[in-house]
């Protein structure tokens, strides 16, 4: 379309145009190609300014994954970190469940590892761009203090995209605790601290409404574990325990802590490990009656059900640890504090 034709369409006007009308014509579509223009070089900034605040001034893990940078690391197994012989010290991830103990086990890993990167809610990106999380999961290479492997922690499931982006073999780590107690002690911890759940507690509400109205800030341990919520109960449960088993490294259990100490040091060699129980119940906390405690139970069938299997899995472990004894120090512990 040339411009009298533009013209035309745009002024529905049958007169025959003039020079000046052509000129006027061509100076509007200049000022509509400068301003189109400027709009480009805005969406372009803005485009850039969302990438820095996204990914720094660094490659994004669409393009490290293109590259073979990420992605394809997997968790050592049990069986395999029994025999480790030789292996850099990897990263681990620390799947910390509420009100197990983990707070405590967060302590000793800080002692051990140069650096510890934290989940901000479920994610850890932002604040670390990729190409800093590339640089933390590096295997060292030395016996200099510097190139101390890092842990990864926080409120996260197994789904979380850390899992997704390791590229090197990790170790990943748990602790699990009798589902009743947890949500007991759940309820009870929150019942000291200011907050909504305060509030409603002060109000009246008792650890099975607690439950109930919670539920989705209170997931129960095997939810963690098989965030697909479409299987049926039975399914989801054994997928769970099957998850534990294959993508968790080793797990303890909150009632019996001293031996997630031994584990440290057996399996990852860790050098430092006492430690003293911290976020335990504040005095002055509310209490639940047998009675709530009996119909906690039928409500956490469920979990009760992936805490029995897991304990079982435990079990089996402890009688192969107990059968193992290592002649020689273990390899990673050169790499800790």
Do not use: C
Request: net charge neutral.
């Amino acid at each position: 379309m040339d411009v009298i034709e533009w013209l035309k369409l745009r002024t529905n006007d049958a007169r025959p145009f003039t020079s000046a009308d052509i000129k006027a014509v061509l100076s509007e579509v200049e000022w509509l190609r400068a301003e189109l223009a400027q709009a480009r070089e805005e969406r372009d900034l803005a485009r850039d300014k969302i990438r820095r605040l996204q990914v720094g001034d660094g490659p994004t893990f669409d393009e490290l994954r293109k590259s073979g940078k990420i992605g394809g690391g997997a968790p050592y197994l049990f069986e395999e970190l029994v025999d480790i012989a030789r292996a850099p010290a990897p990263p681990v991830v620390f799947l910390h469940i509420p009100r197990t103990g983990g707070h405590s086990l967060n302590q000793i890993l800080k002692r051990n590892y140069k650096v510890r990167a934290t989940s901000y809610g479920a994610s850890f990106f932002p604040p670390y761009f990729p190409r800093q999380f590339l640089s933390l999961v590096q295997p060292p290479e030395t016996e200099d203090d510097r190139d101390r492997p890092a842990f990864f922690g926080g409120h996260i499931d197994i789904a979380n995209e850390i899992f997704d982006y390791m590229p090197v073999r990790y170790v990943a780590i748990t602790i699990l605790r009798d589902p009743v107690k947890r949500i007991i002690s759940h309820y009870r911890f929150n019942s000291t601290k200011a907050s909504i759940f305060q509030d409603a507690i002060q109000s009246g509400l008792d650890v099975l409404g607690y439950l109930e109205r919670f539920r989705a800030a209170v997931p129960q341990q095997y939810e963690l574990f098989s965030p697909n919520s479409a299987l049926p109960s039975a399914a989801r449960v054994k997928f769970a325990l099957d998850k534990l088993e294959r993508a968790i490294s080793f797990f303890g259990l909150q009632e019996d802590y001293d031996k997630l100490l031994t584990m440290l040091e057996a399996l990852l060699g860790l050098s430092d490990v006492p430690h003293k129980r911290l976020n335990e119940l504040p005095p002055g906390s509310v209490e639940v009656t047998p009675q709530q405690e009996e119909d906690l139970r039928s409500l956490l069938q469920d979990d009760i059900a992936f805490y029995d299997g897991a304990k079982a899995i435990y079990e089996r472990r402890m009688q192969v640890l107990k059968a193992k004894s290592r002649l020689h120090p273990h390899p990673w512990t050169r790499f800790y504090a």
